[in-house]
Each structure stands twice: as structure tokens, then as C-alpha cells.
């Protein structure tokens, strides 16, 4: 069972014309990594070295927290148990980084742009029922997870919170790290399925599921979705 977070009317996936063509006749689907795209550099718009990445701070302003206070419990909601006040003298005092294990990413887009088409491939195809479509992916990819020896521990979809990855503590994002993006995406509206996996190696996977087809089509027009 893959959660539905975010309900969503319609998405788009941006990609090359070939890759596109053998989405709709065949049902193919490339399933990336949190991995694949943190190592992506420099031209490759996909890329984005802080995939899964969250910090989290004190406050910016020097503060006494005593014993039991807010800071205190979110400390040791992290396995750390600190006895008596904590003096911090700014926002790089305390610092927790969190940077997610690799896991499987299906990205698209909650918006249609006829720039976001050509930044990401030239082509692309319209997803007419997205919770019906991830069920669908979910369902296959699992049993294709299974058949490599791989065990999904959770699978979520949901869209994508274009914030700060760096936050106080007091002021957390209710995401999940994996879909934190920084606002410079914002214009990529993104909703992604994200997969926990166990049991084996996490890399890329290509499949093909014919039963995906019912739910695609074709923008050819770039001026209307």
C-alpha cells in the first residue's frame, strides 16, 4: 500500500520524445534514486546535491533553555538525553543534520509549462488520474522490488514543500525530508512517489507496465495541457 498524501487532479511528466513514446506504448518507467540525483551536477537541471537532506538549528539569538524545555524534548526525540539548562549563543550552536538513506524517486510535476517541457526533455505526457496511476506504479514496482530481493518498508506520494532545508527547531517543516526542495524549484511544482527499500542495492530501475497506459497521454500542443 502506497500513501496518498497530497490529492491531485492531474501531473505531468517532462521528458525526452523517445523516452515519451515508450511511456505510452509500452508503459515504461524509470525509477531514480535519492542518490542518482544528489550525484548530478552542474548542467543537469534533475540534479540537486541536498536530496533528503534536513537541518535543523537552535534559536538564531543566544538563549538559556532549561531543563524539560522544547529543545530539550525534540533532543532527545532524537536519541540525545541532555541533563540540566542549555545555554545556546546562536543558530550554528546546535545542529542536527539529517541527510535520509537512499531510497526509489518517481518525480513529476503538478504543473503544466511549456518551459519546464523543454528544460526537462522536450516532450510531455499527461497523467489524467495520479491516484490511480501511483497505485498502479506502486503495485507493479513492489512486485518488481520483490523479484530483485528488495522489501518496501513505506511508500508515500505527495507534493514536494519548497522551503529553507536548514530550519529551527521551533519552526520544522511537517515533510518528510525527502520532499523538501529549496525555493529556487518552486517554478517545478513537484509531487514524487518516494520508496523505502530494504534487502538489497538501491539503484535505478526501468520497467515496463502496461497497465499505466490507460492513464497517459500525449501534449503535443506546448500552448495548452
Request: charged share 20%.
Amino acid at each position: 500500500m502506497i500513501t496518498i498524501a497530497a490529492q491531485v487532479t492531474t501531473a505531468y511528466k517532462y521528458l525526452s520524445p523517445r523516452h515519451a513514446t515508450s511511456m505510452l506504448e509500452r508503459g515504461s518507467i524509470r525509477v531514480g534514486t535519492l542518490s542518482e540525483y544528489r550525484s548530478w551536477e552542474g548542467a543537469d537541471v534533475r540534479g540537486d546535491h541536498g536530496e533528503g537532506t534536513k537541518i535543523t538549528t537552535s534559536a538564531p539569538e543566544p538563549t538559556t533553555y532549561a531543563d524539560g524545555s522544547p529543545i530539550h524534548r525534540w533532543l532527545f526525540s532524537k536519541g540525545i538525553r541532555v541533563a540540566g539548562s542549555i545555554f545556546a549563543s546562536g543558530d550554528n550552536a546546535v545542529v542536527y543534520r539529517q541527510r535520509h538513506p537512499d531510497c526509489f524517486v518517481f518525480c513529476a510535476s503538478e504543473s503544466f509549462s511549456p518551459v519546464l517541457m523543454e528544460k526537462f526533455g522536450g516532450a510531455c505526457v499527461k497523467v489524467t488520474n495520479p491516484t490511480m496511476f501511483f497505485q498502479a506504479l506502486h503495485t507493479g514496482f513492489s512486485q518488481h522490488l520483490q523479484w530483485l530481493g528488495l522489501t518496501v518498508q513505506e511508500a508515500i506520494m505527495d507534493r514536494c514543500n519548497y522551503v529553507e532545508r536548514r530550519q529551527p527547531y521551533f519552526d520544522q517543516s511537517p515533510k518528510h525530508p525527502c520532499f523538501l526542495k529549496p525555493p529556487d524549484f518552486r517554478e517545478e511544482a513537484e509531487i514524487r512517489a518516494v520508496w523505502l527499500a530494504s534487502g538489497g542495492v538501491i539503484k535505478p530501475v526501468v520497467l515496463e507496465l502496461p497497465c499505466l497506459k490507460q492513464y497517459l497521454s500525449l501534449i503535443s500542443d506546448a500552448k495548452r495541457p
